[in-house]
T-cell receptor, first 112, second 113 residues
Framework: DAKTTQPPSMDCAEGRAANLPCNHS???????VYWYRQIHSQGPQYIIH???NNETNEMASLIITEDRKSSTLILPHATLRDTAVYYC?????????????FGSGTQLTVLP | DGGITQSPKYLFRKEGQNVTLSCEQN?????MYWYRQDPGQGLRLIYY???????QKGDIAEGYSVSREKKESFPLTVTSAQKNPTAFYLC????????????FGSGTRLTVV
């Protein structure tokens, strides 16, 4: 699975958009980009995933660059409840269990 | 509602004791995973299983054991051989087919006293 690089921390004002970047320059053609978040002392929560096209769901939007070497998770109107660690993971979708390792992620702090 | 249940939420263990952490899922997922998380760190894979009666070691399997006798259940035993067991333990599951994400449980916090 491709390695990802994320900034260790970011701040965002409440009500503003939070844009969380992720670099995955070694991504291969059949690897998806996944985003999860972990609120303190809870299990991680799946947010969104994508392959090539931009994706949007009720939680967030995912923008993947045309060369697929980086992506941005967008929380359009951040709230205090969005304060969490956000993980960007890249892996293939296959018929076997995936041995994923979650790195340190980005600590997003939403400020009042 | 479907999901993953981990129990107990908090667990205290005396040094030299084995303890077993429970993980049950009703999502009909084939694959199940155990992760360990230390304070301020990411998640490290302990064991994973993609079918009943079969499981594989992850990156930090030493001092841990698992079983997969039922599709729904994947208990983790922290043995006395694990020298630093105090940590937050997370169980997850996923389908094997399709680009679906993991579903995580709420975790068990183990403390050695």
């Amino acid at each position: 699975d491709a390695k990802t690089t994320q900034p260790p921390s970011m701040d965002c004002a409440e009500g503003r958009a939070a844009n969380l970047p992720c670099n995955h320059s070694t991504i291969s053609g059949n690897e998806y980009v996944y985003w999860y978040r972990q609120i303190h002392s809870q299990g991680p929560q799946y947010i969104i995933h994508g392959l090539k096209n931009n994706e949007t769901n009720e939680m967030a939007s995912l923008i993947i660059t045309e060369d697929r070497k980086s992506s941005t998770l967008i929380l359009p109107h951040a709230t205090l409840r969005d304060t969490a660690v956000y993980y960007c993971i890249v892996h293939i979708s296959s018929g076997s269990a995936r041995q994923l390792t979650f790195g340190s992620g980005t600590q997003l702090t939403v400020l009042p | 509602d479907g999901g993953i249940t981990q129990s107990p939420k908090y667990l205290f263990r005396k040094e030299g004791q084995n303890v077993t952490l429970s993980c049950e899922q009703n999502l009909n997922h084939d694959a199940m995973y155990w992760y360990r998380q230390d304070p301020g760190q990411g998640l490290r894979l302990i064991y994973y299983s993609q079918i009943v009666n079969d499981f594989q070691k992850g990156d930090i399997a030493e001092g841990y054991s698992v079983s997969r006798e039922k599709k729904e259940s994947f208990p983790l035993t922290v043995t006395s051989a694990q020298k630093n067991p105090t940590a937050f333990y997370l169980c997850a599951s996923s389908p094997l087919i399709g680009p679906y994400g993991y579903t995580f449980g709420s975790g068990t916090r183990l403390t050695v006293v």
